[in-house]
């Protein structure tokens, strides 16, 4: 039985919180975004976290290394804006592949570290891939419904370059996640399976998406039943949904895809809804409270937390989470070889 099946069926698994709101502690600047490979870069790159990967990597490493110290199982590489099509923002299409096999290198080295130190809780590394910021579905231009500013198959080959250099850094899962236009996932999707068609590997892959607002939908107009059903030809390790909405107002959307779905069901939420600033005030022992809602009603196999949340709301949820047993779930055999 391999670490991570085994894993799944032992206990409720912890996810890692953000990534972006852990970086802001930091306050790299411009400078430090560069570094000394960049320093003459002829485009502002302060934002552009992904590249930390290559001009921070300590802080990168260090990140991965406070979650799994929270008790994470599995962290989540610094890949969210890793494709051709986001990196265009600031001229970097070109460093795509390093940064995605640099970003899964730091991730696994550190997961490495905790499983020779706990071989008794094996670490796992997901590889992050985000939406993009394009959408195969709607027209950005309200004139014209008919217009779409990117294909199904220009996502499928920018979301294949990204997989496969996640594969070949070193990680244990694909996360499809954010998910505002299932469209875009079914593109990634679809690259996935061709690498494991190519490669003949197999490797688990995770579906997350959003919910965008009161009404229940993502941001193209699916609910959550709605987009079970559209991704439920792909053998997946598990289906679930983060970001957007904090944990309170998650736990119907979860409740309809606990009850549809044998796959195992992930959940990492916001810490609430931000506030007036864009700042979330959700402390650790709040958003443990909510989630035990979660495991109330065994709703969930893996719990983490998306923007907002620190190591410190990851140890809340994992003290929590570790009084329960996992959500009974099949675990697809095609999905899972780690």
Do not use: W
Not at 272 to 298: C, R, V, W
């Amino acid at each position: 039985m391999n670490a991570l099946k085994k894993a799944l069926q032992e206990r409720i698994l912890i996810l890692d919180g953000a990534m972006g709101t852990m970086l802001q502690r930091y306050n790299f600047s411009e400078e430090d975004f560069r570094g000394e490979r960049f320093k003459d870069f002829h485009t502002a790159v302060k934002g552009n976290n992904d590249l930390l990967s290559i001009t921070q990597p300590q802080a990168i490493g260090e990140v991965h290394y406070k979650y799994f110290e929270a008790g994470a199982d599995i962290v989540e590489t610094n890949t969210f804006s890793g494709t051709t099509i986001a990196m265009t923002d600031y001229d970097m299409e070109d460093l795509v592949y390093e940064l995605n096999f640099e970003s899964a290198r730091i991730a696994k080295q550190v997961a490495l570290e905790f499983t020779q130190k706990e071989p008794y809780k094996p670490r796992f590394v997901a590889g992050a891939m985000g939406p993009t910021n394009k959408t195969a579905s709607m027209s950005p231009d309200v004139n014209d419904p008919g217009f779409r500013a990117i294909s199904f198959d220009q996502l499928r080959v920018a979301y294949k370059q990204q997989a496969e250099a996640l594969i070949d850094g070193g990680v244990d899962i694909l996360l499809v996640e954010t998910v505002f236009d299932t469209l875009n996932a079914k593109a990634a999707l679809f690259a996935i399976e061709e690498i494991k068609e190519e490669r003949n590997i197999d490797i688990p892959v995770m579906i997350s998406g959003t919910i965008t607002d009161a009404s229940g939908r993502t941001l193209s107009g699916q609910t959550a039943e709605a987009f079970l059903i559209s991704v439920s030809h792909i053998p997946l390790l598990s289906v679930g949904f983060n970001c957007a909405l904090g944990a309170k107002q998650l736990t119907p959307h979860l409740e309809v895809v606990s009850r549809q779905t044998q796959l195992a069901v992930s959940a990492y939420p916001n810490a609430g809804l931000p506030n007036a600033f864009g700042a979330y005030d959700e402390t650790p022992e709040q958003m443990a409270s909510q989630i035990k809602e979660y495991l109330d009603k065994k709703l969930i196999n893996i719990i983490g937390g998306c923007c907002g949340t620190t190591p410190e709301h990851i140890r809340a949820i994992a003290t929590i989470a570790s009084e329960y047993k996992p959500r009974n779930f099949q675990i697809n055999e095609e999905s899972i070889t780690v």
